[in-house]
């Protein structure tokens, strides 16, 4: 079964995460193993002190290294195996979908819940990559830690019911957006739902929701419609379209 | 007291967030209030259904718009007013720090968090934005949820302890990256921490984080550098580090 170790010092922030949702029940139903370790649980003194102010001065704490090097050896001897190691970062290279996708095959992984001051830097040897999930500041690395397991599980094997899934499509796998859905009723508070989506003309339907997901590409990011349009990854339908918005 | 109310699927995955760390803090002390909204009690059949297939076909489930406009309505008449309305969206604009800075001016805030199958269009009359925390697909929108208030809530008056803070300098004010930090003890397991920095010499502390601060951001983001000699926002001594990385 894969599995997850994840190192921080605020375990209770993963509560919800462990038992609800998706998550939840691939945890419940073992498709996954995933163990929140408190990095205070490796400490040796009386107060259990995780940081220490950083050497050369400056603001902030930073994360001493013992208790993580001591938390990283209970893991590799636990799973009898070292792990592949993520340390979340907020200067790491940016997670993607490809990077979840790569992630996914992975046997055994331990994330390391950086904080914003600072890891001891040292603790890097231990550290496989460095991974921020976007360009913005948190109080934490452990938001980033779930961002990433929720990415990774939910494409492992038998994780997502086919409630749950929405199978890659020709849109998705070019990077184009998706297309307005409607659900019932056809009418609520004056707004209408689309003729089109009523008429249960499927061929219709479909040029439709091409139209509208190049059309709400092109508004965001004309540069892809551009680089596809080069790449000849588009049909002949689809080219139409394009020319047209 | 500025506020947050989201509406969920899983109002269970807020539980750590609600009491943990810097944020959990901030409610428990009254500095901003953050209300979860379970989307099931705003149905109003036995079963509480809350999606409905799409019209037109296809796979997934969509949200339906009555439970939406009807948490709405409440919300903004438990509150008195309408509230800044934010839909977590995978085609969203991607969420960075200058959007949090924006957000954490707002009085009132409402994040209705999507599925990845999608949200009834019509919800959109009442969105404001939509927001997407990366290019990464999630289980749902509620740790984008999460990630969208950890980077405002901190933001705000009185959030961040001295503890926690990094002051905003003239390195992160720029996009460069932070320098690596060391704290005790100067060697562990044969690893030393830099000279430099046990050397007490301000000076030269202060030179050598320079230096490794636009190394790393070289090495990760080259055009950075390149824009920010452009546009002669280095000091003389950065410059010549430039020039010499």
Same mark, same amino acid.
């Given at each position: 079964m894969p599995s997850f170790d994840v190192l921080t010092? @605020?375990?209770? @922030?993963?509560s919800g995460f462990l038992t609800e949702g998706v998550i939840g029940r691939a945890i419940k139903s073992g498709k996954v193993s995933v163990k929140i370790h408190n990095l205070r649980d490796f400490t040796t003194d009386k107060h259990r002190v995780v940081d220490d102010v950083p050497y050369g001065g400056g603001p902030g704490m930073v994360l001493k290294p013992e208790p993580i090097f001591r938390a990283f050896d209970h893991i590799c001897e636990e799973r009898g195996k070292k792990p592949h190691v993520i340390l979340t970062e907020p200067w790491g290279e940016t997670f993607t979908q490809e990077k979840a996708v790569e992630l996914s095959k992975k046997e055994n992984i331990l994330i390391i819940c950086g904080r914003y001051e600072g890891v001891d830097e040292r603790v890097k040897a231990i550290v496989d990559e460095e991974i921020s999930i976007g360009n913005y500041v948190l109080t934490g690395g452990e938001l980033p830690g779930m961002v990433i397991m929720d990415a990774v599980i939910r494409l492992m094997p038998g994780v997502l019911g086919c409630r749950d899934s929405l199978e890659a499509d020709s849109f998705s796998d070019r990077g184009l957006m998706g297309y307005p859905n409607y659900t019932r009723p056809a009418e609520y508070r004056g707004m209408k739902v689309p003729k089109v989506l009523l008429s249960g003309h499927h061929k219709k339907i479909e040029l439709w929701r091409k139209e509208k997901s190049i059309e709400r590409t092109y508004l965001k990011n004309s540069e892809l419609i551009k680089k596809l349009l080069k790449e000849k990854r588009f049909s002949k339908e689809e080219e139409r379209i394009v020319r047209e918005v």
């Open positions: 010092v @605020l375990p209770g @922030l993963f």
